[in-house]
């Protein structure tokens, strides 16, 4: 998982960091053409699929840092964060 910091609206006006983790999702065929007419980019998302690891790069604290990709088998927008229709692709 990559982190990357960000800023939130903290108490009385003032932002804080906070640490938003985040990773590249690969989408094939019909998949990648559904994600593509269903999400925008910052939509919350579940991802069920393939963890796979790149490369390792040194960060500056002397760690190795990994860039990693999901390769998805399905998504689906996280309700959490609101409401659903769900509109069947004929084929």
């Known amino acids: 998982m990559v982190e990357n910091e960000q800023t939130a609206p903290g108490k009385k006006g003032q932002r804080k960091a906070q640490v938003v ?27 069920e699929g393939e963890l796979r690891v790149h490369r390792l790069y040194p960060v500056d604290d002397g760690r190795d840092s990994a860039m990693v990709s999901v390769r998805a088998e399905s998504v689906g927008l996280d309700l959490r964060h609101g409401v659903a229709k769900f509109l069947r692709v004929k084929r």
């Open 21 to 47: 983790p985040w990773c590249d999702v690969v989408c094939d065929g019909e998949l990648a053409s559904n994600v593509l007419d269903s999400l925008v980019e910052g939509d919350y998302v579940v991802v």
